[in-house]
């Protein structure tokens, strides 16, 4: 689709036209359900975070400026959503105890075996904090410093909650690993 026929779009959304916030659903929901996927515990979840964002870009629009971006414009509604829901749930509490260990790294090898289902069922799997934290750096590119201004938490615990969601990724994968492709005698 071209950048024209989005920006019609867009602006039929800002006039209100449902065919058209019908069309910018279709265009950017298997791509935003993805993202959301990385926020929730399960598919359900993930709809109705999926859901919840695009009923607050559908009320928004009005305040997109052109600049940079339509995707990355709703990316950032989608996890600005997901950062709400957590702590509105009340599961982002700073840790007393830091870790800042950086846990080995498992071979390229082993990850590559695993499918994308698998990995992201893992992430997936994490407690919510661990979970976003971990998201947020890893698959979001954001800084700890960045992540503690989002979430209203130290950087030393954005630090800790990442090692710790590493350090049970790396020991999920290594038991997937071990029970997918170890022989027995």
Request: contains cysteine; glycine residues 6%.
């Amino acid at each position: 689709m071209s950048h024209g026929q989005i920006d019609d779009i867009i602006k039929g959304c800002k006039d209100g036209r449902v065919r058209d916030q019908e069309r910018l659903y279709n265009l950017f929901a298997r791509e935003m359900y993805g993202v959301c996927l990385y926020y929730t515990k399960d598919r359900t979840e993930a709809e109705d975070l999926l859901h919840d964002g695009f009923m607050k870009i559908f009320s928004n629009i009005s305040s997109y400026r052109y600049q940079g971006s339509f995707e990355g414009w709703v990316r950032r509604i989608m996890i600005n959503t997901a950062l709400e829901k957590f702590r509105r749930e009340k599961h982002l509490h700073p840790l007393t105890d830091l870790e800042d260990k950086e846990e080995e790294l498992l071979g390229e090898d082993i990850v590559n075996n695993m499918s994308a289902g698998d990995l992201v069922s893992m992430i997936q799997a994490l407690s919510p904090k661990y979970r976003l934290v971990f998201n947020l750096f890893a698959i979001e590119g954001y800084s700890h410093k960045e992540i503690s201004t989002m979430l209203g938490i130290t950087e030393g615990t954005s630090k800790s909650n990442l090692a710790r969601a590493r350090a049970i990724l790396q020991r999920n994968v290594k038991k997937y690993f071990y029970t997918s492709y170890r022989r027995t005698p």
